[in-house]
């Protein structure tokens, strides 16, 4: 399919999905609960601007400087979180009155919304109940999603691992999405956090930006101050591909950061080593020539039966990783889900969603991310910084 033509049906869906949404919202918690005439006026144009916001809000994260885009589009992106719990809200409850409808219908029974003043009523306490239910889990997002990312810590047996290296650490950071809402001083504080921990080795699997070098410049600078005895090693995740990937790719190694592009470097001293490979994003290819991930050519060279680690943005990486031989593979994408009730629309598209899992001979971490993307909201999920201790089969 030709790239305009998926542009113009992404478009499409985009418009569809703001404008439903947004009138469906209005309908329920404007229209039916029998609002005066001026406030149901009132009402009408807060949705509308509400759903102009949306599609600005994205116009302004790619041209606003970041030090002032995360006070422009707090308002923006907080309605989206709380848009997405409003409409899951306001669905139960129509799915509760359609169900009881039916039941009423089957049995030749009456049906108790029947009357219209009963009707009028459950509207106004169902949009009382689901407008502040929603109001409240957003404010409680919020906290979760912008309090310092938590240290996870994670003991892994690595399948060939040489005594020598036992013991040896890994500090994962993914999904940090510096830009429009995230900037210098959280990831200086992040970086602080894991230089603390005084991993052997960094591991940065991806969407470490959302905008091109030359807006976040600056905001990624405090990079250069991780610390890690073997070295700090990046992947790319979808979101470089949309903030100018090959310009990052150059420029990442100035901050001291080794890009592993479908490829592998070994770490450890001579007699005992370990393989670390990385490859580029799943949905990589058809953005930048010679790209896509490319799990031969990350291992090619690689001699004996050696352990192996991988680094790859996405967990499906795992299924060809396993047939490999890879021991362990380090993932992100996910963000856990970020919020209820994304989390099971995640599981559509992913093996796994949040943890350590094993496949055949393989663990696979997918990472909670350590930061955020779009909303400023994490409901049953949490920031990480991710520890992996790596230990010798006994």
């Known amino acids: ?25 209005w309908r329920r918690l404007v229209h039916d609960t029998g609002l005066p005439a001026v406030w149901r006026h009132v009402g009408l144009w807060v949705v509308i601007g509400l759903a102009l916001l949306l599609p600005a809000s994205f116009l302004l994260s790619r041209t606003l400087s970041p030090d002032v885009s995360r006070w422009v589009l707090f308002l923006p992106y907080f309605w989206m979180g709380m848009l997405v719990l409003l409409l899951f809200l306001l669905g139960l409850a129509d799915l509760g009155r359609f169900g009881s409808w039916v039941w009423a219908k089957a049995s030749h029974a009456a049906y108790w919304l029947e009357a219209p003043a009963r009707r009028l009523a459950w509207f ?22 912008l309090r310092p990312p938590v240290v996870v810590r994670h003991e892994v047996e690595l399948p060939r691992l040489p005594r020598e290296l036992d013991g040896l650490t890994i500090a994962q950071l993914t999904d940090l999405h510096l830009g429009p809402t995230l900037g210098r001083e959280w990831l200086a504080d992040v970086v602080r ?62 901050l001291g950061i080794r890009v592993l592009h479908n490829e592998h470097v070994w770490v450890g001293v001579e007699g005992a080593r370990l393989v670390l490979a990385g490859i ?9 020539t010679g790209h896509g991930p490319d799990l031969e050519a990350a291992l090619r060279g690689v001699v004996g039966d050696p352990p192996i680690v991988l680094l790859a943005h996405q967990p499906k990486a795992v299924f060809e990783a396993s047939a490999r031989g890879v021991g362990l593979v380090l993932t992100g994408h996910t963000h856990g889900g970020q919020f209820y009730p994304w989390v099971p629309m995640v599981h559509l598209q ?45």
Request: charged share 20%; net charge negative; glycine share 12%.
């Open 350 to 394: 992913q093996p796994h969603v949040s943890g350590l899992h094993r496949h055949g001979g393989t663990w696979l971490y997918v990472s909670d991310g350590t930061g955020f993307w779009g909303p400023a909201l994490r409901l049953g999920t949490t920031g990480e910084i991710a520890l992996f201790t790596l230990r010798a089969p006994r």
């Open 1 to 25: 399919m030709a790239r305009w033509l998926q542009f113009g049906l992404f478009l499409l869906m985009v418009v569809l999905f703001v404008g439903g949404s947004h009138y469906y919202v």
């Open 193 to 254: 956090r894991t230089n603390e921990l005084r991993p052997d080795l960094v591991a940065i699997t991806g969407d470490l930006v959302d905008g091109d070098v030359e807006t976040l410049r600056e905001v990624v600078e405090p990079l250069r101050e991780l610390r890690a005895k073997h070295g700090v090693f990046f992947v790319t995740g979808n979101h470089e591909y949309y903030s100018g990937v090959e310009a990052w790719l150059a420029y990442l190694p100035e």
């Open 124 to 145: 106004r306490w169902g949009a009382l109940a689901t407008g502040g239910t929603a109001l409240v889990a957003s404010l409680v997002g919020l906290y979760f999603a």
């Open 280 to 288: 580029d994003d799943h949905s990589s290819r058809g953005f930048a």
